[in-house]
C-alpha cells in the first residue's frame, strides 16, 4: 500500500481554487440572484407549515388505519 503525500504547494493550490469557488458564489448570490420580498416569504413559509401539517395528519391518519387492520387481521388469526 503506497500513501502519496501532495507537496505543500500543490495543496496551496488546491486551498486556492476551493476559496475562489466559494468567494465566487458568494458574489453570484449577493448580485445574480432574485431575492422575494420579506412579505412573500412570510406567505410561502405559512403555506408550508400548513400543508407540512395536513400532511403529517394524513400519515398519521394512514397509519393508525394499517394499525387497526393489522392488529385485526392477528386476531382473527388467533
Not at 49 to 68: C, P, Q, R, Y
Request: hydrophobic share 50%.
Amino acid at each position: 500500500m503506497v500513501v502519496r503525500i501532495l507537496p505543500p504547494v500543490q495543496i496551496i493550490k488546491d486551498m486556492t481554487k476551493v476559496f475562489n469557488y466559494i468567494s465566487e458564489s458568494f458574489e453570484e448570490l449577493k448580485s445574480n440572484v432574485t431575492w422575494p420580498e420579506w412579505s412573500e416569504v412570510q406567505r410561502y413559509t405559512i403555506i408550508v407549515a400548513l400543508f407540512s401539517i395536513i400532511f403529517a395528519l394524513a400519515t398519521w391518519g394512514v397509519d393508525e388505519l394499517f394499525t387497526k387492520a393489522i392488529s385485526g387481521f392477528f386476531n382473527l388469526l388467533k
